[in-house]
């Protein structure tokens, strides 16, 4: 079936040469394929080109033959036609270099896109005002792109309604979505003699069923009076059902053989289903005789009607119009076209409106992979939002056209000519499978490895939801995700174990956020993030190079910035409570000490305060010299220069007191050699050192501020050690 068989001529505009001094043959020739009639067409050029002797008319009879094959969708044929032209034809190429373009077409229609964008590129190259070949090389490069990343629809070919002939356009004929009604050009039609355009008889349009087992039942043509019914000798087709599927609306064309001169060429017709059949058809009053009027689908309660026509004020070729139903008057008013929004200087055919409105429509004027591409447009209160082509697989480089939905599910049928199907117009079902997106991962010890089962990881979306999971004994979760989404994921263990105050406290802090996002991601897939738990120690955390101003309480700016670490921690453990503790070297007196230690502790708990961290979440303490550091594992490095790899430099040590390194400090290998693990830096000790420079270094690991985790699980309302207690 051609595209454009209800439609006959006027849904083909064919580049007609001048007149020709010719025999018969050619003359028959010319008079099919001026009316589109391309078998005949075709069987006569065949025959013509065997007498002429004439080359510049022999060279046209192959031009004309050349586009009847690619009206008949026979592009093989018609490239070799094409690309004979091209060879031979010298002068008439220079003047026809639609020949070049019509190439162009046919390669892309193989889907041989770079041999099409060489000729679309040729062809510019003659006609750079001519938007088709630019238009025609964009539609390969998307061609390519889009075959090379198509969408999540699953297409397949429904046999069992397809036979050898064109079988095509069709539409739901329940509620159940179990009965289709659709156009066949398949033997036992009613509309009997050989169509000129497809050598097939006209089409009826016929009805199957689908079973339990998932089978269709055998096609049979709707019944009804053969001529005042539905299914009359003429072309009978893109049929479409009312909201209840108890009215049937399709078209009818009667002058498919150029004989019928005072019938209207294609109107829509309407007819009531009684019982297992159809009563006498209906024409709508649509239009006047010269006009098409084809392609009828229903929306809005069955009171707007979207139809194809090329009645004047349009935007060229066939356009979608669309009228309102008076009941009243019982008749269609208010006719309108869709406008440049959604119509073209090309052809838009076939609308179909989703159950949430949108509005499916095919397309050869917009930029597409094929010859018709199936194209979608959301409705707005002004207007027609951008026309979305449906790319691949729903369109090919061949006609994709006529596709339905089942109601707001992703799934139905549409047609195309595709590779793959048993006539040269099958229907296809689609369907959208669902896209699944899951996250895994396990949650580990950061340190250890060790598994951690029980822990509770929780995701929080950016479009509000919020999900938690306990891991499994193997310490594993799983969540699956929406689409177009970001997620942060978040872990903590629920493992318990009890401090010095006698409250049972989390083992580990909160893990860092893990970013996650299934922005952009087309296919089902699982998404691995595991999580890591730092284990909170029992004692103090240092926080390195908290610095106050000399002999005062005053936190210097630099440290502030180092204490947010400590406002982040916070924040990503809302049942935290800490003890910030502040130290001092054992010089002067120890009352003094101790009171200094505890004006500056306060003075970085105040800081805390002033970031948003709740003040019951904390404790000051000042200890002064009462609590001289414990050296651990390499602390010297560490907690200062925040690395054990490299040995700092004197810029690292620079600014004490306005002094290097040097002049202050032991070099880096005497600390190494001196402050080793288990070293208590007391009175004692540091009276013991040989140098001054360990002795200043002595003094500067104990004047710190540590914080230590007291608890856990505390909520809003409590003290910081409890319901009730005193700080």
Known sequence: MKLKNLLTVLLFSAFTLGAMAQHKLTQKADNAFQKGFWNAAIENYSLALKREKDAEIKMKIMYNMAQSYAGAKEYKNAVTWFKKIERKGGAFVDTHPEVLLKLAHAYKSMEKYEEAMNSYKAYSDIRPDDEQGKKGAKSCELAIRWTDKPTRYK????????????????????????????????????????????????PD???????????????????????????????????TMNAKMNTLYFTRCKNFDGKVKKEKSCQIYKSVKRGKDYAEAEMLLIGNDSMIVAHPTLANKDQTLYFVSNMPGGMGGKDIWVADFDKKEKKWVNIRNLGSDVNTPGDELYPFVHADGTLYFSSNGHVGIGGFDIFKVEKLDDGW??????????????????????????????TSNRAGGRGRMDVWSFNLPKLVICVEGVVKDKKTKEILPNSKVVITGSDGSNFEAITDETGAYKFCLKPNTTYQIQANNDKTQTNKFGTEMDMYFTSEK?????????????????????????????????????????????????????????????????????????????????????????SAVNYLI???????????????????????????????????????????????????????????????????????????????????????????????????????????GETALGDGEKK
């Not at 269709?216 to 299914?231: C, H, R, Y």
Request: net charge neutral; glycine share 8%.
């Open 155 to 202: 297409i397949e070919n429904v046999r069992q309604l397809n036979s050898k002939y064109d079988d095509a356009i069709p539409a739901y004929a329940n509620k159940r979505y179990k009965e289709i009604v659709y156009q066949s050009y398949r033997t036992g039609a009613i509309g009997k003699g050989d169509n000129p355009v497809s050598g097939q008889a006209f």
């Open 205 to 239: 349009i016929y009805t199957a069923k689908l079973a339990k087992n998932g089978k269709w039942s055998t096609p049979a043509p709707i019944t009804g009076d053969e001529k005042v019914g539905v299914n009359t000798k003429f072309a009978e087709g893109g049929p």
């Open 385 to 414: 939002g951008p026309v979305e082509n449906m790319k691949v697989p729903i369109n090919s480089s061949s006609d994709d056209i006529a596709i339905i939905f089942e109601n707001e599910a992703e799934r139905g049928y549409l």
């Open 514 to 602: 893990a970013l996650v996002s299934t922005i952009g991601v087309e296919d089902s897939r699982t998404l691995v993030q595991d999580l890591e738990l730092e284990r909170i120690p029992d004692s103090g955390i240092e926080l390195p190079n908290i610095e106050y101003e000399y002999n005062k309480a005053t936190l210097k700016p630099s440290s502030k910035l180092k204490l947010n670490t400590l406002v982040d921690i916070m924040k990503e453990n809302p049942g935290l409570v800490i003890e910030l503790g502040s130290h001092s070297d054992f010089r002067g007196p120890s009352e003094y000490n101790r009171n200094l230690a505890q004006r500056r502790a306060e």
């Open 610 to 716: 002033s970031k948003g961290v709740v003040k019951e979440r904390m404790v000051a303490k000042g200890y002064g010299e009462d609590s001289p550091k414990v050296i651990d594992s390499s602390y010297v490095q560490k907690a200062y220069f925040g690395t054990a790899d490299a040995e700092p430099t004197a810029k690292d040590y620079s600014g004490v007191d306005g002094r290097t390194k040097e002049k202050v400090f032991a070099s880096f290998a005497e600390q190494k050699a001196t402050f080793v693990p288990g070293v208590v830096l007391n009175e004692a000790f540091i009276k013991s050192l040989k140098s001054n420079g360990l002795v200043q270094c002595a003094h500067q690991m104990n004047r710190r501020t540590e914080f230590k985790v007291l608890r856990t699980d505390w909520k809003p």
